[in-house]
């Protein structure tokens, strides 16, 4: 395994090369038309579906995505009139230009005026400032602009569909801003470092997972990434099921969940409760945790840790011993259980939890309710908290399950395992973590009460995708009940193309890359 982002030649790193070449021979054309000149090279980046472990990287605890085959391309070509202009194949996103600053400072967002061209402003932003800091003699020391770009995007990443299409347009735009200044190369560990915070810059407290899991992606492999002691994605083969292949279904529910516009109540309210819980336990144990969560306060990860270290005197956990995990997350379950009234599992107004904390409500607002916008009435510190050490644990025993596979063992035994911590983990985001909505219930429901082993919510959640796990020898049953019991049900007039589009059998993909044109066939 390479560590940096790779550049290809040719199409080989797609599991279909061929059904993709029209794709990018459309792309450069519309590029063409669009701008009256041929690109400059090509920028990619794919979406992830998440197998187990959501809402619980932002606390730094270990996760199991996989890339997969939809991406975002961006054809790019360079001028020297400090001028952007983004256009896409799809023309819902409307053309948008804007102008670098002439004395080189850094790009700022109106975050009052939301368009799809924000979002590439965050990669524009954490790209400038690595250019700036890693390669100052190209920007006279920050003086100097970047170069103008022109661009036009294409998309297979269903838009609030849970798979990512953010992150992934993230990171293919950091890296189409990079190459186009003159970064031929950059690690992968770089890459995600610095595009990990880029959906903060438009209000969206995200963790690292997606990005990471974008960027480190490999054909055939599924990812561990791990946040402590260092953010890294480790590719590590599904084992092969016999006598019929595991597959891995994506069915989306085509409930939309926009993460910016519904944050305030879903995505970043659960940073805030998290941070609140951490710093809650915290204080019970006397404990002082490192403020490395996405509000500067402690994580759930910092306390386990500070409490076995300092508070129990046992020996640090780096995360290499799965068994070491799953002891230490059982044990904060417990924890969980007990330190919490009755009252107080049903939820914390904001006094009530600014008095636990030794705050006042000024003080608490400060600290947890000023870096992103947040709505509430009471915060479900133990529900989340609950949901987090649960599904960190699921993933231990999930890794654990799939590393110990033994080809001459029972498959179906083995199957059901696997299923069964799936499904565990959806109870738990539905009940624990308010991320559901039941139309995702009842995709896993109907799944698993036809062929599916087991199927739960990926990704934020609050609409989007579910992944499911079936066998080969079972996926059409599966299909077909997805298809007359919801899609059609739901959506009458869906066609089949749609259908084509919202069910989908995906095998782990290539991450981010940079795509020459010379073997394009146009």
């Not at 270990?62 to 975002?72: E, F, H, Q, T, Y």
């Not at 850094?106 to 402003?121: L, M, P, Q």
């Not at 799953?326 to 008095?355: H, N, Q, Y």
């Not at 395992?417 to 995709?443: A, C, M, V, W």
Request: proline share 4%.
């Amino acid at each position: 395994m390479t560590d940096s982002v790779p550049t290809f030649k040719d199409l080989s790193f797609y599991s279909d090369p061929e059904s993709n070449n029209s794709r990018y021979v459309k792309l450069i054309q519309k590029f063409q038309e669009n701008f009256g000149i041929k690109p400059e090279f090509i920028s990619r980046s794919p979406g992830r579906v998440n197998l187990i472990g959501d809402h619980i990287d932002y606390n730094h605890f270990s996760v199991l995505p996989m890339a997969i085959d939809v991406d975002v391309i961006g054809a790019v070509g360079t001028s020297d009139d400090h001028k952007v202009v983004l256009t896409n194949t799809d023309e819902s996103f409307a053309k948008e230009e804007f102008d670098l600053a002439s004395d080189g400072s850094v790009i700022e967002i109106d975050k009052t005026n939301h368009t799809w061209g924000n979002y590439f402003k965050c990669g524009l932003i954490v790209a400038h400032k690595y250019i700036r800091d890693n390669f100052p003699e190209s920007v006279d020391s920050g003086s100097k602009p970047l170069k103008g770009l022109r661009l036009t995007f294409n998309g297979t990443v269903p838009t609030g569909g849970g798979l990512s299409s953010s992150a992934a347009f993230c990171v293919a735009s950091t890296l189409a801003i990079l190459r186009a200044n003159g970064v031929t190369s950059i690690s992968k560990a770089d890459l995600t470092r610095i595009t990990v915070v880029s959906e903060h810059y438009v209000g969206v407290n995200t963790g690292g997972m997606d990005q990471c899991a974008s960027i480190y992606g490999e054909q055939n492999k599924a990812l561990l990434i791990q946040f402590k002691p260092k953010l890294i994605g480790i590719p590590f083969e599904i084992p092969v099921i016999k006598p019929n292949d595991m597959v891995f279904l994506i069915s989306n529910s085509l409930l939309k969940a926009n993460k910016h516009e519904t944050a305030p109540t879903d995505y970043n309210l659960r940073v805030v409760e998290i941070a609140a819980a951490s710093e809650l336990f915290a204080k019970k144990f006397n404990l002082n945790l490192p403020k490395d969560s996405n509000v500067s306060t402690g994580t759930l990860r910092g306390f386990m840790d500070k409490y076995f270290e300092e508070y129990l005197k046992k020996d640090a956990w780096d995360g290499s011993d799965i068994d070491v995990g799953i002891s230490r997350l059982e044990e904060m379950l417990k924890l969980t259980e007990t330190a919490f009234s009755v009252d107080e599992k049903v939820g914390f107004e904001t006094s009530e939890i600014a008095k636990q904390l030794g705050l006042s409500v000024e003080e608490f607002t400060k600290i947890f309710l000023t870096k992103a916008p947040v709505r509430y009435q009471k915060l479900k510190i133990y529900q989340r908290s609950k949901h987090v050490f649960s599904d960190s644990l699921r993933v231990l025993q999930v890794l654990k399950l799939l590393r110990n596979y033994n080809p001459s063992e029972d498959s179906e035994v083995f199957l059901k395992k696997f299923g069964t911590l799936l499904s565990d983990s959806h109870h738990s985001s539905d009940i624990y973590n308010d991320s559901s909505r039941p139309e995702l219930d009842q995709l896993c429901e109907i799944s698993t009460a036809n062929g599916a082993y087991g199927a739960r919510v990926t990704g934020a959640g609050f609409g989007g995708s579910v992944v499911h796990l079936t066998t080969a020898d079972k996926l059409s049953n599966v299909v077909t009940a997805l298809t007359e019991q919801y899609y059609k049900k739901h959506f009458p007039d869906i066609t089949q193309q749609e259908l084509a589009e919202a069910i989908v059998v995906s095998k782990p993909a290539t991450g981010s890359c940079i795509v020459e044109l010379d073997s394009i066939s146009l």
